[in-house]
């Protein structure tokens, strides 16, 4: 594990994240509490300045300065007054998404649910469906690994695998109300911004990686369909929902992304899946979607 070489005593809260030990200043409550750890993989550090930190610099106005570095620390530069939440929104968003790529890890812009043992990924952009669908799993008793962010890892022999995320939705008031759920039971994910309706469901994701069997890409049409994408569609499938993929090349590390992506598309079938916008249809579609996944032939 990568351990900060000045990670000293201060960091008082310890977690774990897409299969990362955590150590941060910060009190991350969207995340579970863990017993101080001696291995620490990311250390995240609070400063009162903006100057003179190393690393690549996310600036998000009115809210923080982020300064990632080495893929092992981020330190965060708070603007004065800004709410706890509205800082962890970025914190845990973005800038672990550049975190991410500095380890040359897969991380795809994407949700997660364990079926049968295994994990299934779908893939989509901001707007998609895609924590929609989750929540419509969750509420067949499917549970939800990751949400927004899912980062693949290769084992030795080359199979991907799949960490907890963030044990939380994030819906819009919409979806609430289709997937019977009432806003002012949850908090809003930005604070100080009342035309902002998109809130926080928790939904408990935990445990141990599972090995990643298929990837959907979600597909907004009148129909439902569920088509199998080869070759460079497949590919470019997942290159295209990398989650913060602009980053990348700062990194250095478009090769090693690129060859992941051939690797990921040559052990998990990648599929499109159209999915019309009628929430009346999510029970239908899940169990549609449960079908396939245990009837198809995944194998690409």
Known sequence: MHRPSDQGSS???????????????????????LDPMDDVDVWISVASDAEEHAGTLLAIGDVAHFYVDGGSRIIVVPDPGVPDRNVRLFLLGSAMGILLHQRALL???????????KAV??????????????????DAGVQVITDDV??????????????PGLPRLRLWKDALDATGRVAEQFQRSYAGDDSYEKYD??????????????????????EFAIVQLTGIDAVEAVFANTYRGGYIPETGNFQIHWEDCLRLVGR??????????D??????MIGRILTHVRSAPLDS
């Open 268 to 277: 998990v079938p990648i599929f499109a899946l159209n999915i019309p916008r």
């Open 107 to 117: 991380p795809l812009h994407a949700n997660s649910v364990e079926i049968d043992g």
């Open 11 to 33: 960091g008082r809260f310890h977690y774990s994240l897409f299969g990362l030990n955590v150590r941060s200043d910060l009190s991350l409550p969207e995340l579970r509490l």
């Open 121 to 138: 990924a779908f893939m989509g952009a901001s707007g998609a469906g895609k924590s929609t669908l989750a929540a419509a799993f969750h």
């Open 279 to 284: 929430h009346a249809r999510l029970p239908e």
């Open 201 to 222: 469901v928790p939904v408990g994701a935990e445990g141990a990686s599972l090995e990643l069997i298929a990837a959907y890409l979600l597909q907004p049409a009148d």
């Open 150 to 163: 899912c980062v693949v890892r290769f084992d030795e022999g080359g199979a991907p695998g799949v960490s």
